[in-house]
């Protein structure tokens, strides 16, 4: 855990840049592999919050992030594929069509780059971890193996830029949307997804909040966060959208189940192969399957309301 230097909030909110944080609430580890308590700290002004502690360097390497592919991936594939299409969509909607050049920054495996691809983007993804990269390569997906502060990008050379679920990831955002937002033509776009600090979800939550994956996630926006870094990066937010079939839903779901659990986010955890499918959190789980349809439907209503889980952010280079 970390000594009493690194849990000294930062001068500035990383988001906002407005505002001091203060201490906000102590959270445990939301993975088994990273037990402990970290503390959090907020802005008063846009209310998004970083967590203090330092994450262990181990952290994108163990537990539900130790590789190998989780079960039921193959049955998963075809939603993948349409969350794919509904983030492409969303470029499209803001002008971003192709023909040009696309870039996934945080590609993982590759699937989103693959699928820019099939549309029409001449698209490229860099990725820091070998993993993601020898996994895209076995599926015949080309990327390139860099973060993006080492990442060989002309300026001004691409349309379009996606960066899903990786800023929250970064102990600089800011720092990294510059970089970005000069990789980005005037014009092109940016889309960003993020879990949302300020949803229905979060306060259901609490502490155990799905989408805090504490220590791994370093920043927690709120889409006043999040527009106002984007900005302060010469990216103009032009769309915001809160009905994520993606992440929100679950989110929502697996946050309640998680309350009378003894691992956060059992299932999560089961299906990534870091919990033990023979626990008392399995029969609590089965026994909360039949409120799934329940949390699909107050999670739609919640998005429509702009309190979603997580949110998409569309911007443009000005
Ligand atoms: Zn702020």
């Known amino acids: 855990m970390a000594d009493e230097n690194s849990t000294t909030p930062p001068d500035r909110c990383p988001a906002c840049g407005e505002r001091a944080l203060a201490p906000w609430r102590t959270v445990p580890g939301s993975d088994p592999a ?33 590789g190998g592919a989780p079960r039921g991936s193959r049955l998963a594939a075809p939603l993948l594929r349409h969350f794919d299409r509904r983030r492409l969509s969303f470029l499209a909607r803001a002008g971003a069509h192709p023909p040009g050049r696309l870039l996934d920054i945080g590609a993982g495996r590759g699937r989103f780059v693959a699928a ?45 830029a996606s960066l899903w679920h990786v800023l929250e990831h970064l102990d600089d955002p800011a720092a990294a949307l510059e970089q970005i937002a000069g990789w980005i033509a005037p014009g092109g776009a ?6 949302n600090l300020a949803s229905v979800q979060s306060g259901a939550g609490g ?7 504490v220590p791994r996630h370093r920043t927690h926006f709120t889409v006043r966060g999040l527009h106002a870094l984007l900005r302060r990066r010469g ?15 679950f989110g929502l779901w697996v946050s309640v189940v998680s309350r009378a659990t003894t691992t956060p986010s059992w299932l999560y955890h089961a299906l990534k192969r870091n919990a033990s499918l ?22 739609l209503a919640f998005g429509l309301a702009r309190r979603g889980g997580t949110i998409a952010v569309v911007s443009r280079r000005r």
């Open 34 to 66: 990273l037990p402990g308590e970290y503390t959090l700290a907020r802005c008063a002004g846009c209310g998004t919050a970083v967590t203090l502690d330092p994450a262990p360097p181990e952290a994108h390497e163990s537990g539900a992030y130790g």
């Open 116 to 160: 820019a691809r099939t549309t029409g983007w001449q698209a490229d993804g860099i990725e820091p971890s070998l993993r993601g990269v020898s996994g895209a390569r076995a599926q015949g997906i080309e990327l390139t193996q860099a973060g993006i502060e080492d990442a060989a990008v002309e300026p001004g050379s691409l349309d379009a």
């Open 190 to 195: 940016l889309v960003v997804g993020v879990p």
């Open 207 to 213: 502490a155990r909040w799905y989408h805090l994956d």
């Open 235 to 249: 990216l103009e937010p032009v769309a915001t959208h809160h009905v994520l079939a993606e992440h929100n839903p």
């Open 278 to 299: 023979r626990s008392r959190d399995a029969l609590i789980t089965v026994a909360a399957l039949p409120f799934v349809p329940v949390a699909i439907l107050a999670e």
